[in-house]
T-cell receptor, first 116, second 114 residues
Framework: AQTVTQSQPEMSVQEAETVTLSCTYD???????LFWYKQPPSRQMILVIRQEAYKQQNATENRFSVNFQKAAKSFSLKISDSQLGDAAMYFCAYREGKSSGDKLTFGTGTRLAVRP | DSGVTQTPKHLITATGQRVTLRCSPR?????VYWYQQSLDQGLQFLIQ???????AKGNILERFSAQQFPDLHSELNLSSLELGDSALYFCASSATWGVAEKLFFGSGTQLSVL
């Protein structure tokens, strides 16, 4: 079964600084997607960024970028110029497409605090 | 606003009771997914429907059932509730199915079983 591991339950970053959240996953598939979701106190699940496994180029979305190491099955999220609004739970997720369904498998999350 | 509507936002009930959670997907989306977020189990996939048909089933208890209606809204029925069923239940929708499809999440229904 596919598993997603986030080894950092909590992280803290100074406003305007850079922080990296770690994620590893386990799969034997070749066609899959990886995601980072943000869950602020409002509880809404917000897609931050996604990466297609077949693309070697790392995805970027404004201040958010990933470091995708396919061979190592690692998918970390870098947040640059951290803002107070970035404080939230961050979930790494894996998704593969199969005839049996295309569910998201989530990690346990990393709670990010941003210090003013 | 994701366009996915979940009602009610909060639900408080007692053990042994039955509740129904409702989800209206984004306009035009054919796929609906249900996820459960609890403190001890984290975020878990429950079930997926596509255009009225069940497409995939995850860690959904036999006491739980779901369906997707012809107008594409979905309902998750939870029966014989136990304390451990207290959780945040998310609905998500996508235009169709497949690994590349973007999921849009609702705000969730917070279920408290007392």
């Amino acid at each position: 079964a596919q598993t997603v591991t986030q080894s950092q339950p909590e992280m803290s970053v100074q406003e305007a600084e850079t922080v990296t959240l770690s994620c590893t996953y386990d799969t034997s598939e070749s066609d899959y997607y990886l995601f980072w979701y943000k869950q602020p106190p409002s509880r809404q699940m917000i897609l931050v960024i996604r990466q297609e496994a077949y693309k070697q180029q790392n995805a970027t979305e404004n201040r958010f970028s990933v470091n995708f190491q396919k061979a190592a099955k690692s998918f970390s999220l870098k947040i640059s110029d951290s803002q107070l609004g970035d404080a939230a739970m961050y979930f790494c997720a894996y998704r593969e497409g199969k005839s049996s369904g295309d569910k998201l498998t989530f990690g346990t999350g990393t709670r990010l605090a941003v210090r003013p | 606003d994701s366009g996915v509507t979940q009602t009610p936002k909060h639900l408080i009930t007692a053990t042994g009771q039955r509740v129904t959670l409702r989800c209206s997907p984004r306009s035009g989306d054919l796929s609906v997914y249900w996820y459960q977020q609890s403190l001890d189990q984290g975020l878990q996939f429950l079930i997926q429907y596509y255009n009225g048909e069940e497409r995939a089933k995850g860690n959904i208890l036999e006491r739980f059932s779901a369906q997707q209606f012809p107008d594409l809204h979905s309902e998750l029925n939870l029966s014989s509730l136990e304390l451990g069923d207290s959780a945040l239940y998310f609905c998500a929708s996508s235009a169709t199915w497949g690994v590349a499809e973007k999921l849009f999440f609702g705000s969730g229904t917070q279920l408290s079983v007392l």
